[in-house]
């Protein structure tokens, strides 16, 4: 099957970028966060029909990533 976001979203850019950041690292959580929120952007859009808000929903979703992170196992 043919992913039109596999050359953008590449499991081992994010595997690395998460190892990163549950290091510390502020720039890899910041490259994580802005490579992915316009995809939960829209996959909020879509449940809701209100732009304002998928942009609380992606708030919501970002903050639970980004408070929950050192907890991902993979």
Do not use: W
């Not at 998460?18 to 992915?36: D, F, R």
């Amino acid at each position: 099957m043919n992913n039109p976001f596999q050359a953008q979203y590449r499991d081992k850019d994010d595997d690395e970028l998460i190892a990163q950041a549950k290091e510390g690292s502020k720039i890899a959580l910041e490259t994580l966060i802005k490579k992915h929120q316009h995809y939960v952007y829209n996959v909020a859009l879509k449940m809701t029909l209100s732009p304002f808000d998928a942009e609380d929903v992606t708030q919501e979703v970002l903050i639970k990533v980004i408070t929950h992170l050192a907890q991902f196992k993979g």
